[in-house]
């Protein structure tokens, strides 16, 4: 099947400081993927759309200028977490939906914690 | 907003047993998804359902989706340890996916 793949797994990082999150789709070409927050022992949460050479669509409640998305490849799609916080800790993970297809295909998810 | 009720939230089911694991929209659905999650790893993509009525099975889980296509079942037969995890619905009520919402999950143990 295909392969969407997340680097890194976990990461921990001081608080203040910026983390990037990539997700790569390995055998396809992705026009839209999207990221997902997940809190333990909660739902995942869409957080935003990002779209293949334009601006990424944001949730209601999610702040676009903390969580930068950049979508510069058709295989590549970036989460910049900035001026993280120890609120920020969390589980993300993003997904992509294979063209034609209608089912999505996950990344393994990035654990981040912020000391 | 679309909302998704899963139920049971925990279910611990001795090997060997047949469960249930039941996903309720507020909404008519487009698509309704079915994953299996390891709580901070991967989702892996079980079954779409999109038509009314449908059912698909795969190995031991067979998914339905009722005929209003709010209401989904997901059925595992003769359970596994293999088979524990979260198991999630995800509903998509605009058949574009950007809007996909998913559930709470429910949480399987399968004791050997």
């Known amino acids: 099947g295909a392969v969407v793949s997340q680097h890194p797994s976990w990461v921990i990082c001081k608080s203040g400081t910026s983390v990037k999150i990539e997700c790569r789709s390995l055998?396809?070409?992705?026009?839209?993927m999207f990221w997902y927050r997940q809190f333990p022992k909660q739902s995942l949460m869409l957080m935003a759309t990002?779209?293949?050479?334009?601006?990424?669509?944001?949730e209601q409640g999610v702040e676009k200028d903390k969580f930068l998305i950049n979508h510069a490849s058709l295989t590549l799609s970036t989460l910049t977490v900035t001026s993280a916080h120890p609120e920020d800790s969390s589980f993300y993970i993003c997904?992509?939906?294979?063209?034609?297809?209608?089912?999505?295909?996950f990344g393994q998810g990035t654990r981040l914690t912020v000391v | 907003s679309q909302e998704l009720e899963q139920s049971p939230q925990s279910l611990i089911v001795q090997e060997g047993k047949n469960l249930t694991i039941n996903c309720t929209s507020s909404?008519?659905?487009?698509?309704l998804y079915w994953y299996k999650q390891k709580y901070g790893e991967g989702l892996i993509f079980l079954m779409m359902?999109?038509?009314?009525?449908e059912e698909k099975s795969h190995e031991k889980i067979t998914a339905k989706l009722d005929e209003k296509k709010q209401q989904s079942s997901l059925h595992i037969t003769a359970s596994q340890p293999s088979h524990a995890g979260i198991y999630l619905c995800g509903a998509d009520g605009s058949g574009g996916y950007q809007k996909v919402t998913f559930g709470i999950g429910t949480k399987l143990q399968v004791i050997p």
């Open positions: 359902l999109q038509k009314g009525g």
């Open positions: 909404k008519t659905l487009y698509g």
């Open positions: 997904s992509a939906i294979l063209p034609g297809r209608t089912e999505a295909f």
């Open positions: 990002s779209n293949e050479g334009s601006k990424a669509t944001y």
């Open positions: 055998d396809f070409q992705a026009t839209t």
